[in-house]
T-cell receptor
């Protein structure tokens, strides 16, 4: 497989459920990202991992919990979500220069369409 | 702060029409600029990019020129096809860090 893959592609869950979204990149990149895409709003950056270390957490509620076990895999653990969390969740990866320098283009996965009932 | 503003859609054009989607930006440093495209049911794909002033990015007949004097990066295509129907996102990346800023997206529908 090539590029960035995400599973599942669609997920429906109740507010009391616990589920996880998975992202895998096959590009040899060292930075990975979670975005939330809601209708008529700009993409919202949720989390950033560089070299497996979390470097950004843009005021995301604690009901979203990221995990980056290695530079190729990224998870988003979900628990006690709200209906307003229904959205398309996009994973992306890029190559970050050592020392926090410039970053190359971000490459996106197809997204997970999440519906919270 | 850094941000991107792009024209609101939806945009509906006939096949072979000329396309322009406006994008302007605000940035504290010297950003790189991007256009991404999202086809129905898919994630975002890089369409083109430009990393410095006066650079022109081009791909699949689409073009955009980095205009520092007008802080703009408008997307153009001379003759659109039905297969170009998608949502187009303008984005910028500042040279420090790895934060991307995206516009709200412009939906394009091309009718035969």
């Amino acid at each position: 497989e090539t590029g960035v893959t995400q599973t599942p592609r669609h997920l429906v869950m109740g507010m009391t459920n616990k589920k996880s979204l998975k992202c895998e990149q096959h590009l040899g990149h060292n930075a990975m990202y979670w975005y939330k895409q809601s209708a008529k709003k700009p993409l919202e950056l949720m989390f950033v991992y560089n070299f497996k270390e979390q470097t950004e957490n843009n005021s995301v509620p604690s009901r979203f919990s990221p995990e980056c076990p290695n530079s190729s895999h990224l998870f988003l653990h979900l628990h006690t979500l709200q209906p307003e969390d229904s959205a398309l969740y996009l994973c992306a990866s890029s190559q970050q220069e050592p020392g926090g320098g410039s970053t190359d283009t971000q490459y996106f996965g197809p997204g997970t369409r999440l519906t919270v009932l | 702060g850094d941000s991107v503003t792009q024209m609101e859609g939806p945009v509906t054009l006939s096949e072979e029409a000329f396309l322009t989607i406006n994008c302007t930006y605000t940035a504290t440093g010297y950003p790189s600029l991007f256009w991404y495209v999202q086809y129905p049911g898919e994630g975002l794909q890089l369409l083109l990019k430009a990393t410095k002033a006066d650079d022109k990015g081009s791909n699949k007949g689409f073009e955009a020129t980095y205009r520092k004097e007008t802080t703009s990066f408008h997307l153009e295509k001379g003759s659109v096809q039905v297969s170009d129907s998608a949502v187009y996102f303008c984005a910028l990346m500042v040279n420090t860090g790895n934060q991307f800023y995206f516009g709200t997206g412009t939906s394009l529908t091309v009718i035969p």
